[in-house]
Nanobody, 120 residues
Framework: QVQLVESGGGLVQAGGSLTLTCAASGSILIINDMGWYRQAPGKQRELVADIAHNGTTNYADSAKGRFTISRDNAKKTVSLRMNSLKPEDTAVYYC??????????????WGQGTQVTVSS
C-alpha cells in the first residue's frame, strides 16, 4: 500500500510564505516525477510545479519566481516553498507521485490534499 501524506498548509496573510511537504511511504521501488497541484473552489485542478527524479523542475507561470519545488529522493519527500503568497493562491494543494512498486508497475498516486488560504 502506497501513501502520500501532505503537511504544512494553513492560513497566511498576503505576502507571507508557507512550505508544503509530502512524504511517500509503502512498497515503493522508485519514484519518477513528483509534483504539486492545486484546486480552487469551482475550478479544475492545475499543475503548480513538478520535479523529475534527476531534479529537473517545471513551474506553472503563476508559480515562477515565487515558488520553489525540491525533493529528497532518499527520504521520498517533495516540498514546495511558497513566497509572496497572493489571495488567488488559495486552494487545496495536492501532492502527486509517479512511482513503481515492487511489482514494477508504474502508477500515479495522490495525497489527500492540504488547504492553503491566503487572506488579503
Amino acid at each position: 500500500q502506497v501513501q502520500l501524506v501532505e503537511s504544512g498548509g494553513g492560513l497566511v496573510q498576503a505576502g507571507g510564505s508557507l512550505t508544503l511537504t509530502c512524504a511517500a511511504s509503502g512498497s515503493i521501488l522508485i519514484i519518477n516525477d513528483m509534483g504539486w497541484y492545486r484546486q480552487a473552489p469551482g475550478k479544475q485542478r492545475e499543475l503548480v510545479a513538478d520535479i523529475a527524479h534527476n531534479g529537473t523542475t517545471n513551474y506553472a507561470d503563476s508559480a515562477k519566481g515565487r515558488f520553489t519545488i525540491s525533493r529528497d529522493n532518499a527520504k521520498k519527500t517533495v516540498s514546495l516553498r511558497m513566497n509572496s503568497l497572493k489571495p488567488e493562491d488559495t486552494a487545496v494543494y495536492y501532492c502527486k507521485a509517479r512511482l513503481a512498486g515492487r511489482n514494477l508497475l508504474w502508477n500515479d498516486y495522490w495525497g489527500q490534499g492540504t488547504q492553503v488560504t491566503v487572506s488579503s
